[in-house]
């Protein structure tokens, strides 16, 4: 395994072990790449090797982070699975048994609004490009962007779609707007964006390139916010957004669509009015 070199080596062959196991056990690489960074976050800042850190440290350690919700929750996941695994595998006493878990965050919707995504697209290179139209036009989270494959590729007799790898190892076919399948059979085959991660980009490095012609906060999560809510205002089917997003429950979807703007507009407007 490819130990990066600002980790220290009494966590790297732990973690690289560690990894193989979830592999192993058939979790995607995009899954397996998470994993890896937060531990590695841990190693370089942690200050002790994994055999000294015991159950305070651990919690001070994490409670001492300025993390969001949601990457709290992640990484504290991640960090019950490790010591998990590790005391199964390796005899580690199981540190992380008892850190807290952590709610998901209630999320509030925040598709980006036209303009931002057109001027995003005026100053995108064809590959950015691409990547923004995955996004804000089919709904693609990052870390299926970045596994776009040309063999994905589905003609389905009414028109092209892809097969999307999706988290948790879950698959999906997403339908193509004419334009975006135009531009995915141009491209060679293999990769549709071939870089040093198994010979693909990392969901990391499509997340940056995304939010280098974005202005502001706005990120590539808030275009699939922005189809999100486009999809579900059409004909207000819930169901079919969930299936296009790939999420397991209508009630994560629905965190994802804003409200009409303009009917609230207009409710305000009536009630002034009045």
């Not at 976050?41 to 969001?68: M, N």
């Not at 965050?105 to 139209?133: E, F, H, N, Q, W």
């Not at 707007?177 to 549709?192: F, M, N, Q, S």
């Not at 009409?260 to 002034?272: K, N, P």
């Amino acid at each position: 395994m490819k130990h990066f070199l600002d980790v220290p080596l009494s966590w790297a062959h732990l973690i690289d072990k560690y990894l193989d196991h979830l592999r192993a056990g058939g979790h995607p690489e995009t899954t397996v790449d998470t994993r890896r960074q937060h531990l590695h976050y841990l190693a370089r800042r942690i200050g002790v090797p994994p055999s000294v850190v015991d159950a305070d440290l651990l919690t001070a350690w994490c409670a001492a982070q300025d993390w969001a919700q949601e990457s709290r929750r992640g990484r504290q996941n991640t960090f019950r699975s490790f010591w998990a695994w590790a005391h199964r595998a390796e005899g580690l006493r199981n540190v992380a048994k008892h850190l807290p878990r952590v709610k998901a965050a209630p999320g509030v919707p925040r598709p980006a609004p036209d303009r931002v995504y057109m001027k995003a697209i005026m100053r995108s290179d064809v590959r950015t490009r691409l990547i923004l139209r995955l996004a804000a036009e089919c709904g693609l989270r990052r870390g299926e962007i970045a596994v776009a494959h040309s063999d994905d590729m589905i003609d389905d007799l009414v028109g092209w779609s892809l097969l999307v790898h999706g988290k948790g190892g879950r698959e999906r076919i997403v339908p193509l707007t004419d334009g975006i399948a135009r531009e995915l059979l141009d491209l060679d085959d293999g990769w549709v964006f071939p870089g040093q991660i198994n010979g693909h980009l990392s969901a990391r490095r499509v997340g940056e390139l995304a939010a280098a012609v974005l202005d502001g906060a706005w990120t590539l999560h808030t275009l699939r916010h922005r189809f999100a809510t486009r999809t579900y205002q059409i004909d207000h089917d819930v169901f079919a957004v969930q299936e296009l997003l790939g999420h397991a429950s209508a009630e994560t979807t629905r965190r994802y669509v804003a409200r009409d703007r303009s009917r609230l507009r207009e409710l305000v407007r009536q009630a002034a009015s009045a």
